[in-house]
Nanobody, 126 residues
Framework: VQVEESGGGSVQPGGSLRLTCVAS????????MGWFRQVPGKEREAVAC????????YYSESVKGRFTLSREPWSKVMFLQMDALNPEDTAMYYC????????????????????WGSGTQVSIFS
């Protein structure tokens, strides 16, 4: 299985970006999926996650109300619509997948079975 993110870029404060994550080379469809971000020198932070069966979604407090995760049921394609971006959102954003867990588990446990993408950079500056 492979995971690939796309859609990062540079925008001004208040702007929007839409990230896409695609999991490929697998026939399994019971994946939980999640977005994480990391700034150099800081720990990785869970942003938003959806469980393997949906539809509940976990959002971190720092993005709740501004970011929206979406995924069609049983799909291996996930989106993160990011609105009202601010400089504190600047980070490398990573997508990860893991089979058969709920949204809260996906965002709270760093399990060795998780498959990670290589990340996409999001930069917000004036």
């Amino acid at each position: 299985v492979q995971v690939e993110e796309s859609g990062g870029g540079s925008v001004q404060p208040g702007g929007s970006l839409r990230l896409t994550c695609v999991a490929s080379e697998t026939t399994q469809d019971d994946y939980a999926m999640g977005w994480f971000r990391q700034v150099p020198g800081k720990e990785r932070e869970a942003v938003a996650c959806i469980g393997w069966s949906g539809p509940d979604i976990y959002y971190s407090e720092s993005v709740k109300g501004r970011f929206t995760l979406s995924r069609e049921p049983w799909s291996k394609v996930m989106f993160l619509q990011m609105d009202a971006l601010n400089p504190e959102d600047t980070a490398m954003y990573y997508c990860a997948i893991r089979r058969g867990v709920r949204h809260t588990t996906m965002c709270s446990e760093n399990d060795r079975s998780m498959v990670w993408g290589s990340g996409t950079q999001v930069s917000i500056f004036s």
